[in-house]
C-alpha cells in the first residue's frame, strides 16, 4: 500500500523560506505526478504545485516565482522549496500522487508565517 510523508514544515517569519519534503513508499514514484496542496483555517484545500512524471511544472498565481517544486526519483521523493514567505502561505501543506486511478495523500505538515 503506497504511503506519502511529508516533513520540514514549521513556524518562519515572513520574507523567510522553508524546504518541504514528501517521501513516498510502495508505490512506483516514476510513474507518479506529484502534487502539493494547502489548506488554510476555514478555506477549502488548493493545488499550490504540480510536478508531472517527466518533470513538468505547473504552480498557483499566487506563489508563481515564490515556490519551486522539484522530484528526486532515486529518492522518491518530491520537494516544495517555499521562498518569500507571507503570512497568507500559513497553512497544512498536504503531498498527494496521482496515477491513473490511483491516488494518495499524506497526513500534512503545518506551515505558520508570522508578520
Known amino acids: 500500500q503506497g504511503q506519502l510523508v511529508e516533513s520540514g514544515g514549521g513556524l518562519v517569519q515572513s520574507g523567510g523560506s522553508l524546504r518541504l519534503s514528501c517521501v513516498a513508499s510502495?508505490?512506483?514514484?516514476?510513474?507518479?505526478?506529484m502534487n502539493w496542496y494547502r489548506q488554510a483555517p476555514g478555506k477549502q484545500r488548493e493545488l499550490v504545485a504540480g510536478?508531472?512524471?517527466?518533470?513538468?511544472?505547473n504552480y498557483t498565481d499566487s506563489v508563481k516565482g515564490r515556490f519551486t517544486i522539484s522530484r528526486d526519483s532515486t529518492k522518491a521523493t518530491v520537494y516544495l522549496q517555499m521562498d518569500s514567505l507571507k503570512p497568507e502561505d500559513t497553512a497544512v501543506y498536504y503531498c498527494?500522487?496521482?496515477?491513473?486511478?490511483?491516488?494518495?495523500w499524506g497526513q500534512g505538515t503545518q506551515v505558520t508565517v508570522s508578520s
Open positions: 498527494s500522487a496521482t496515477w491513473l486511478s490511483l491516488s494518495y
Open positions: 510502495g508505490i512506483l514514484f516514476r510513474y507518479y505526478a
Open positions: 510536478i508531472t512524471s517527466a518533470g513538468s511544472t
